[in-house]
């Protein structure tokens, strides 16, 4: 994604990324059978306040990391649901689990980045959350760090596809493009469209 420094593109990756780790941690939140849940050290008492799209713009505001970080950010939230399959995105977690992302990536990206302390100021946090969510975060992905160029394509090439789709609709594409490239998707993304195939299936078998 060599044209990210520009404010388009990143402001449709937020968007985008907001709109579908929103679907995701909805759906969640109404199908706890579908999704099997576990409480973590990401989990909140209370859903936050904060919509999603705007916590990400805060951290895209304040954190000053760079625009890869926010992909690289992506995969990690990809790998961590895939090595804690119990532990579902949902709205008490989501925004824990992306500013610990988002400084993971930051670190492991950037030459410069801000410290705990200053992350934890823009994630709303105590610096002593900070900590023991980064130590969770780490291990929760096996402290599986490295992305390889492949990979960082991979993603950068999915996430480039689904912003030039944003009209029509996020809700519209998402859902018919699960027949022609679902194969392809992100684990995340994957699990949400067959939830929906499913979900719409038992609508029929109801009627």
Do not use: W
């Not at 859903?47 to 992506?74: G, H, M, W």
């Not at 995969?75 to 977690?93: C, E, G, K, M, W």
């Amino acid at each position: 994604m060599a044209d990210m420094e520009c404010p388009t593109v990143m402001n449709n990756l937020i968007t985008f990324l907001s709109s579908l780790l929103q679907r995701v941690a909805e759906s969640n939140d109404l199908n706890p059978r579908f999704h099997p849940q576990k409480i973590s050290a990401f989990h909140g008492l209370t859903r936050p306040t904060i919509s999603i799209q705007s916590y990400l713009e805060r951290i895209f505001k304040y954190a000053n990391c760079s625009p890869s970080c926010y992909v690289v950010a992506y995969v990690y939230l990809d790998r961590f649901t895939q090595q804690q399959p119990a532990l579902s995105i949902n709205s008490f977690n989501v925004h824990r689990l992306l500013i610990t992302g988002v400084m993971i990536a930051a670190k492991f990206m950037d030459d410069l980045y801000y410290n705990n302390a200053y992350f934890a100021k823009v994630g709303g946090i105590s610096t002593t959350e900070m900590n023991f969510l980064e130590v969770d975060f780490l291990f929760g992905l096996g402290f599986q760090l490295n992305v390889n160029p492949t990979t960082f394509h991979t993603y950068c090439s999915y996430l480039q596809r689904e912003m030039l789709l944003l009209q029509p609709p996020l809700d519209h594409h998402l859902t018919s493009s699960s027949s022609s490239s679902s194969s392809s998707l992100p684990s995340i993304t994957t699990k949400l469209l067959h939830y929906e195939d499913d979900h719409q299936q038992q609508e029929v078998a109801a009627v």
